[in-house]
T-cell receptor, first 111, second 115 residues
Framework: DGGITQSPKYLFRKEGQNVTLSCEQNLNHDAMYWYRQDPGQGLRLIYY???????QKGDIAEGYSVSREKKESFPLTVTSAQKNPTAFYLC??????????FGPGTRLTVL | AQSVAQPEDQVNVAEGNPLTVKCTYSVSGNPYLFWYVQYPNRGLQFLLK??????LVKGSYGFEAEFNKSQTSFHLKKPSALVSDSALYFC?????????????FGGGTRLMVKP
């Protein structure tokens, strides 16, 4: 897991609530990514950011939002528009086009 | 668009025996290929990658992978399995030319090593 931290480890959300997942890295990496992992499935890309103040949608961006105000931080907000948010969320970072390194993950459960 | 197939949901092997976890890919142009391992309720740990050069890549914890361009495969191998190798393994690919460094992951293979 190295220098990438995610918090909280577990998060519970009520229907209709927005929640924000934190991701911080101290690796001086330019690029950061958010993935969603569902049981029995691989990882799917939600959003990615190659540089501060810029980010791009991935394959499943609907119902999610991000910001990249600082190089070290890439928070993910799961909005009420995301109809099935229960999943394991993984943040990763990399030096531009190099290997991605992952954080320990946040497990989000909708009550 | 690129894709990755891991044809086995689970691989069972006895401790001390060799193991193979299969991966095939589809990508435009030359590939960058990666293997990651995931332990329960943890993030993914990088094992090894192929970019160019020698087709046999050595990585962490005694794992290696062989790139086969004609078969578009990148199978993960280890000569002697340990019980502690039991985990979920993911293969991933991206094209050599990819502005966004976006990886496509396979569905994962669960490796069970029995004593």
């Amino acid at each position: 897991d190295g220098g990438i931290t995610q918090s909280p480890k577990y998060l519970f959300r009520k229907e209709g609530q927005n929640v924000t997942l934190s991701c911080e890295q101290n690796l001086n990496h330019d690029a950061m990514y958010w993935y969603r992992q569902d049981p029995g499935q691989g990882l799917r890309l939600i959003y990615y950011s190659q540089i501060v103040n810029d980010f791009q949608k991935g394959d499943i961006a609907e119902g999610y939002s991000v910001s990249r105000e600082k190089k070290e931080s890439f928070p993910l907000t799961v909005t009420s528009a995301q109809k099935n948010p229960t999943a394991f969320y993984l943040c990763a970072s990399s030096m531009s086009t190099d290997t991605q390194y992952f954080g320990p993950g946040t497990r989000l459960t909708v009550l | 668009a690129q894709s990755v197939a891991q044809p086995e949901d689970q691989v069972n092997v006895a401790e001390g025996n060799p193991l193979t976890v299969k991966c095939t890919y589809s990508v435009s142009g030359n590939p960058y290929l990666f293997w990651y391992v995931q332990y329960p309720n943890r993030g993914l740990q990088f094992l090894l990658k192929y970019i160019t050069g020698d087709n046999l890549v050595k990585g962490s914890y005694g794992f290696e992978a062989e790139f086969n361009k004609s078969q578009t495969s990148f199978h993960l191998k280890k000569p002697s399995a340990l019980v502690s190798d039991s985990a979920l393994y993911f293969c991933a690919v991206r094209p050599w030319i990819n502005a966004g460094n976006m990886l496509t992951f396979g569905g994962g293979t669960r490796l069970m090593v029995k004593p």
